[in-house]
């Protein structure tokens, strides 16, 4: 059972930046952030492969930026030019798994970490 430990999330204004991390407790194929704001679907917002191949959500792409330090067992999600629309829980997910491409979509990972919120104000 692969645990995850989400960390970073918080309150910025529009323009800002944060940077999320996860802990994950051992090594796994692929791996995802997702996020879901107050009364939306869980989306899938970047991938990442274990060859360090990564997707995007086209909403975030160009300001958001997946990587992953397989020494230190961590992910990361680095968050730049933040939006209001930005804000939610932003969950950390993992899959032992392969893909070509990581994919989005939350149906395809078996584990989740309990999420970190962020919030971005006007």
């Known amino acids: 059972q692969v645990q995850l430990v989400e960390s970073g999330g918080g309150s910025v204004q529009a323009g800002g930046t944060l940077t999320l991390s996860c802990a994950y407790s051992e090594y796994t194929y692929t791996m995802c952030w997702f996020r879901q704001a107050p009364g939306k679907e869980r989306d899938g917002v970047a991938g990442?492969?274990?060859?360090?191949?990564?997707s995007y959500a086209l909403s975030v792409q160009g300001r958001f930026a997946i990587s992953r330090n397989n020494s230190e067992n961590t992910l990361y999600l680095n968050m730049n030019s933040l939006k209001p629309e930005d804000t939610a829980v932003y969950y950390c997910?993992?899959?032992?798994?392969?893909?070509?491409?990581?994919?989005?979509?939350?149906?395809?990972?078996?584990?989740w970490g309990q999420g970190t919120q962020v919030t971005v104000s006007s």
């Open positions: 997910a993992a899959v032992a798994r392969s893909y070509i491409a990581p994919p989005l979509r939350a149906s395809e990972y078996r584990y």
């Open positions: 990442i492969t274990a060859n360090g191949r990564t």
